[in-house]
């Protein structure tokens, strides 16, 4: 598989500044709009999940800060206000942030478009399924770019659709997938896409894609899946009377396009 560049264009890295002036990166984020040749803010909304803005809150820091590309070659920080971002106004427990930004024509990013989701309909119409193969495009800290940003790519499938909620420690149950991908801190609020590739075989007959692979977006990542370490060794201590570390289990956990399409509904006519 090969990732077309324009699918890295639409990600940025979501950071803030500390009291010493010094500039840090908590997550990942991506431009979301309409299909239209204007990148304006009436169009566009940048997506990213909501703990990492409250991540941010908590800190007592009032602004978020962007970090995006230019098209000199540099990245620049673009600032905007905490409470800027918006949320699900009822659901407590869709982890995704918004904030409506337009692409001003000196930053080298574009913005994925709405027809290029997935919707039950794309999950029907190419019989989407475990084992599909999925990729996440977001921050690796340790090499996030010096000079401009360099979003990494990590590849891995789909291990469980939305058929039932999954448990997560800060939002309770939620509607999630739920991939075969390592989520590492920086990731969550990544953009993950579905690449269906160029050949499906559904309904008995093999079907080719026109124009080069198929990609949609999936979700964003709102985490890894972790578990205390005493459920991964069997060693079966109680883990409110011993203190253990939580492991990583190599799935990470997608909030799906519908509840990122639920918030941006609650804030615009639709």
Not at 171 to 177: I, K, M, Q, S
Request: glycine share 10%; aromatic share 8%.
């Amino acid at each position: 598989m090969i990732i077309r560049e324009d699918i890295r264009k639409c990600v940025v890295f979501i950071g803030y500044r500390m009291a010493d002036g010094k500039m840090r990166l908590a997550g990942s984020g991506f431009f979301l709009g309409k299909e239209s040749t204007e990148q304006k803010a009436d169009n566009v909304f940048l997506v990213t999940a909501k703990h990492v803005i409250d991540g941010i809150r908590r800190l007592g820091l009032p602004e978020v800060f962007i970090r995006a590309n230019a098209t000199n070659g540099t990245s620049v920080w673009v600032r905007c206000q905490s409470n800027d971002w918006l949320f699900h106004k009822t659901d407590t427990s869709v982890d995704v942030a918004l904030l409506r930004i337009g692409v001003p024509a000196q930053l080298d990013h574009l913005v994925f478009p709405h027809g290029l989701c997935v919707t039950d309909e794309v999950l029907k119409s190419h019989a989407v399924g475990l084992g599909d193969e999925v990729f996440v495009v977001g921050l690796f800290r340790h090499h996030h770019g010096n000079k401009r940003n360099i979003p990494i790519v990590r590849v891995g499938n789909l291990a469980a659709m939305t058929e039932e909620k999954v448990e997560t420690r800060d939002f309770g149950l939620v509607d999630a997938y739920l991939i075969e991908a390592r989520s590492i801190g920086g990731l969550s609020g990544s953009p993950v896409f579905l690449n269906l590739g160029v050949v499906r075989f559904i309904e008995n007959q093999v079907k080719h894609a026109q124009g080069g692979p198929m990609f949609f977006l999936l979700g964003l990542v709102h985490g890894h899946y972790d578990v205390p370490e005493s459920a991964v060794d069997g060693s079966g201590l109680d883990s409110d009377t011993f203190s253990v570390e939580r492991v990583n289990t190599g799935i990470a956990i997608v909030v799906p396009m519908h509840k990122i399409f639920e918030v941006i509904a609650c804030h615009t006519d639709g």
